[in-house]
């Protein structure tokens, strides 16, 4: 969760994946619980880039009764995430057998691959002690408001005493700690849930009153009258007329709902920082932290989200902090049907109006747009979460998925790692036995291509470097991203529109030109040579330069 989570689907959580290498632990959900499944993990093939996957790929291949080597392309390609559930949601309650558990499949993994998943992160707004609901509200459960004090109180004393006890037991460094509460103080997760539902209408006042009327709320509303909020404290309901009715989906936020996604993120992060960053790094001061959703962003490099809003273009509506030390923006690239018209339209940064029909390749330039906007944003390395190839199913069918099942899938997926993560995060949703959104294909296709990657660009990450480059035009009809590599080597990708990007390559006296019609200029690429398109992906093309080129 975490205020950026807009710009993801705010209904469900995944978990992580990346590039290449190792495989020593796999973590399969069957009927609602996890079996450990391991296997003797290989030596790491590249030291650079990881891989973590929630379905662990291991298990299609015990299903399937394959091990040949499209199995062991999958298995040092892809490896599971193990799951660190702590002493708030454990079902044994047994800190020594939590503790051992974890160090078991941790222990098979070789330094630099231990990575965990936090499942302790979803009850810090749920606190009793932080109810601040009045007596007789419609609204059920507890409500912290903007402040979950024994929550994260609680929260901090569990992670704690956890990596505290596997240190002393004897457990190997944590290299990483993934988290997905999907839990934030943005205006959808608090409050525009219920507020936004007209048979919660009552919820929705007791929610915002019990803010306004807080104790702590004065200093909050300070800091926000400051960066531009405004509100007429003369109407009983002052906090919510000031954010409510919100704008119609697709129509942008208002002034002080974008200030309020703001103010709100420092708030969230601070809070998750406190309960997780702070004691994990107390421990291990290495690790790695990141929290599904959570990213940075500015008024110079800000996208509309999945429903068309623009916060961050805003003054005070930018995200400038995050969970954790690493980014992990969404980048399923989906869209609402219900602001799908007003949110294209938004995102014609060229041409506000003109018409941006829903295809592959403009999916493509949202995925690389929103990259840069990270990246470029901060200097907080990221890590972006993706979807497979066959996402037609997951979700309700009221989000558009343009990549889905179209070769411009797999061209997001490598201009995405042209910009050089460490690691990508890859859902690959399997449910119980014998149900699984995902397919064998859709696995082994991920792993081809960084196979794929990898052949070109070599095993080590830190050696590679994005080409810095700012928004794809999104009237533009090519794409093209670039890494240096060592030795003085520049690799690209390239896509046109089309996806028949081959027809328009040519080499002339040692220049490698790209010439797109409706391109506003064709790229050139002085003693290049093209690589062709790769045996996985067949709308782009790899191309070679000289890096002073």
């Known amino acids: 969760g975490g205020p950026g989570l807009q710009w993801c689907d705010r209904m469900r959580g995944w978990i992580g994946l990346g590039f290449a290498s190792v495989v020593g632990l796999a973590t399969a959900m069957y009927e609602g619980t996890r079996e450990a499944l391991v296997m003797t993990p290989p ?8 891989a973590y996957t929630w379905f662990a790929t291991v298990q299609h291949c015990m299903d399937l009764g394959e091990y040949g080597n499209d199995c062991q392309k999958l298995n040092d390609t892809l490896f599971g995430l193990v799951y660190y559930e702590g002493n708030v949601v454990q079902r044994t309650n047994n800190l020594t057998r939590s503790v051992q558990t974890v160090k078991e499949k941790l222990d098979l993994l070789p330094d630099g691959f231990r990575v965990v998943q936090a499942q ?4 810090i707004a749920a606190h009793p002690n932080d109810n601040i609901l009045p007596a007789g509200t419609t609204c059920k459960g507890n409500f912290s408001g903007l402040w979950w004090d024994h929550g994260v109180a609680a929260l901090r004393e569990d992670n704690l005493g956890f990596f505290k006890a596997y240190k002393a037991a004897g457990g190997k460094a944590i290299d990483g700690l993934v988290l997905d ?4 103080l943005e205006a959808w997760s608090l409050f525009l849930n219920s507020c ?3 048979e919660q209408s009552a919820c929705c006042l007791d929610k915002l009153d019990s803010i306004q009327n807080d104790k702590r709320f004065p200093a909050v509303e300070a800091a926000l009258v400051k960066l531009g909020f405004t509100l007429d404290k003369s109407k009983e309901h002052w906090l919510h007329d000031a954010l409510i009715p919100y704008a119609a989906p697709g129509g942008g936020y208002t002034e002080n709902l974008a200030i309020w996604e703001g103010y709100s993120n420092t708030l969230t992060s601070a809070m998750y ?9 107390s421990v291990y001061p290495a690790v790695m932290i990141n929290n599904y959703g959570s990213m940075t962003n500015n008024q110079q490099h800000c996208l509309p989200d999945v429903s068309g809003y623009t ?3 805003k003054a005070g509506g930018a995200l400038t902090s995050i969970v954790g030390n690493q980014q992990a923006p969404c980048m399923y690239v989906w869209l609402q049907n219900a602001s799908v018209a007003a949110a294209l339209a938004r995102i014609n940064l060229t041409a506000p109006g003109t018409p941006f029909p829903l295809t592959g390749f403009n999916g ?4 690389v747009n929103l990259m840069r906007m990270n990246v470029l944003s901060s200097d907080f390395p990221v890590r972006p979460w993706v979807a497979y190839k066959n996402d037609t199913n997951m979700s309700p069918l009221t989000w558009l998925k343009p990549l889905a099942n179209t070769d411009f899938y797999q061209e997001h997926l490598l201009h995405l790692a042209m910009h050089n993560p460490q690691n990508m995060l890859y859902f690959n949703p399997c449910w119980a036995k014998g149900y699984c959104d995902v397919s064998w294909d859709d696995n082994l296709l991920y792993a081809n291509l960084f196979h794929e990657l990898t052949e070109k660009a070599g095993c080590t990450w830190a050696s590679r470097k994005w080409v810095k480059a700012e928004f794809v035009s999104f009237s533009e009809t090519v794409v093209a991203s670039g890494m240096s590599l060592p030795g003085g080597t520049t690799l690209w990708r390239v896509t046109s529109i089309d996806g028949k990007t081959s027809q328009y390559v040519k080499n002339e006296a040692g220049v490698i030109t790209v010439d797109v019609p409706g391109s506003k200029s064709p ?8 690589l062709g398109a790769g045996p996985n992906a067949p709308a782009g093309v790899w191309i070679e330069s000289p890096t002073s080129e």
Request: glycine content about 10%; charged content about 15%; hydrophobic content about 25%.
């Open 523 to 530: 790229l050139t690429f002085k003693g290049g040579k093209s």
């Open 273 to 281: 920082n406190e309960a997780v960053l702070a004691p994990v790094t």
């Open 120 to 123: 302790n992160c979803h009850k």
């Open 181 to 184: 509460p999907e839990i934030s």
């Open 196 to 198: 936004s539902n007209p």
């Open 311 to 313: 916060p961050c273009d």
């Open 43 to 50: 030596q790491p093939r590249c030291t650079g880039t990881q």
């Open 364 to 367: 493509l330039l949202m995925g």
